[in-house]
């Protein structure tokens, strides 16, 4: 049997830093011209995951030249204390970005929180006016994470006209975004799911695989066509409890022609397109000013 070559590791850690130095430059180029991009980050209750995520997040925008702002508060937060905060940063001219940290806790409805939030301000895209906007192909925001898996493939030159990707979840967050983006760039697109009665047949003619369930292991070598183009948007732990995807790496990494590995693959450019996002905001508000 001939070994064929290991996949080539798409490095989401070296996109990210590149398209972060892009995003610090326009954002010092906004500055000439008073405005400093902001970004209102809101967290709701103690969740651990949420909090590190939050950090990242804040930290990620100082570093590119963005002004954020963090708001805490206790999980006893009342519904209307925080659709009233959402709208005080909606009318806040120093706020460009409101994004409102998920899962929120159980007496609070997070559609109703998200729906409050100014489209023009929706930097994480989940607005039904952004979801919209994606579905008819005019501007809007972007979910952060199907549009950093968008950002890795350009940055391979893969040119998806024509080509097969199959999307594994339907979430409003990744998985039907995502195949919407895939669809814009003139792919044919499968989404797939848990009632999928053959996920494997579905993902061996595949060109392109997007495996977005939060399962371990849901896609292995023997499911993935020569070649073809993995990305893990998974993130899981192990039983020994180290960071996974989706996707069974090194079985996998023997197969496919590209993949990203989990961590240094999508997961830093979700927080990139999330600056992406909150810039261009501001970018838009600046020129409305104009």
Known sequence: MSTSAIATTIDGNALAARLRTDVARRAEALKIHGVTPGLAVVLVGDNQASQVYVRNKVKACSDAGLHSVLEKYDATMTEAELLARVDALNNDPAIHGILVQLPLPAH????????????????????????GALMVGQPGFWPCTPYGCMKMLESIGYDLRGKHAVVIG??????????????????????????????????????????????????????????????DVGMNRTPEGKLCGDVDFEGVQKVAGFITPVPGGVGPMTITMLLVNTLEAAERDAASRA
């Open 170 to 231: 339907r979430s409003n967050i990744v998985g039907k975004p995502m195949a919407l983006m895939l669809l814009q760039k003139n792919a044919t697109v499968t989404i797939c799911h848990s009632a999928t009665p053959d996920l494997k047949a579905m993902t061996l003619q595949a060109d392109v695989i997007v495996a977005a369930v939060g399962k371990r292991n849901v896609l292995t070598a023997d499911m993935v066509k020569p070649g073809a183009v993995v990305m």
């Open 108 to 131: 609070i409805d997070a559609n109703k929180v998200i729906e409050a939030i100014a489209p023009a301000k929706d930097v994480d895209g989940f607005h039904v006016a952004s979801a």
